[in-house]
């Protein structure tokens, strides 16, 4: 665990810099309402045990949510997320070796730094810092990754109707905006990571015009995330009504992805979308290579 003089206990722990290979992110929601596992993992030992299932089929960060972020949800108070994501974030901590981040899913700052003290050591927000703009200031006192998502209106209100000038301007402009804010707020600029938001605010023709076009997020400089997996887009695709039948479909995206230079796949189906990277990423590496 690394001491910020300046700020909480938090590990610092992800090296963004060290290697190209795409990571992946284990889906870890302590919420009986998430869109596809809700109440699935809501006890802390079950949630832990997944968690801990997850690393072992190669996933290199595990994200821990308390609030779910689906179309139509409320919003869940700090105290409340504390309670549910705190005893997971200290329980896979202590079982963890050093080298697997846990993120903390959360766009409080209250909630993130409880997440820190027990243990995570990156911050996904959903909102980029504009919910809760102390956010940014606590990832920069412990010298944290934050991811910085794009997302239109709020959770209870998104898909009512989004509409862009150019979807793929208009989010690759604000998550640019969003790091120049974060920046200021002292975040280090090797810290910040962007996710363009799938499926928070797009209709099914935004989000697969996102996935043809990952490469002008890559093309930022700054490491993508992305988080297609499950996600309703895919059901329409596929025309399958039951989420947890779209492994192969969200597995896709993540081929998708990793062509485009997409670095951080966040997925409920660990192993599936570590095959689907890791093929994907050999097969970029020796295409880079006939092209040298």
Request: charge should be negative; hydrophobic fraction near 40%; aromatic fraction near 4%.
């Amino acid at each position: 665990m690394t001491k910020n003089p300046d700020g909480d206990d938090c590990m610092a722990d992800l090296n963004l810099v060290a290697s190209n290979r795409p990571d992946i992110m284990g889906i870890l929601n302590v919420t009986p309402d998430s869109f596809s596992d809700g109440g699935d993992f809501y006890t802390t030992e079950v949630a832990i045990d997944h968690g801990l299932r997850m690393v072992a089929e190669g996933a290199d960060i595990i994200d821990v949510g308390g609030e779910s972020t689906r179309p139509g949800a409320d919003r869940i108070p700090a105290e409340e997320q504390v309670r549910r994501v705190v005893p997971v974030i200290s329980g896979l901590r202590k079982q963890l070796p050093d080298r697997i981040t846990i993120s903390v899913d959360t766009t409080l700052t209250a909630v993130a730094r409880a997440a820190c003290a027990a243990g995570a050591g990156m911050i996904n927000d959903i909102a980029a810092g504009e919910d809760d703009a102390g956010i940014l200031q606590l990832a920069a006192a412990n010298n944290i990754p934050i991811i910085l998502m794009h997302k239109q209106g709020t959770p209870a209100s998104m898909q009512h109707n989004p509409a862009y000038d150019d979807v793929i301007e208009d989010i690759r402009a604000y998550l640019l905006s969003r790091v120049e804010t974060a920046m200021q707020a002292g975040v280090n600029k090797q810290n910040l990571i962007l996710d363009p938001g799938f499926g928070f605010g797009k209709t099914m023709e935004h989000n697969l015009l996102l996935l043809a076009s990952l490469g002008r997020f890559a093309d930022t400089g700054f490491p993508i995330l992305i988080g297609a997996s499950r996600k309703a887009f895919l059901s329409s695709v596929c025309q399958v009504e039951d989420r947890k039948e779209l492994v192969g479909a969200s597995s896709a995206t993540t081929v998708i992805g990793v062509m485009a230079g997409v670095r951080l796949f966040r997925v409920h189906d660990v192993k599936e979308h570590r095959q689907a990277a890791d093929v994907a990423y050999v097969v970029k590496s020796e295409k880079l290579k006939v092209k040298s």
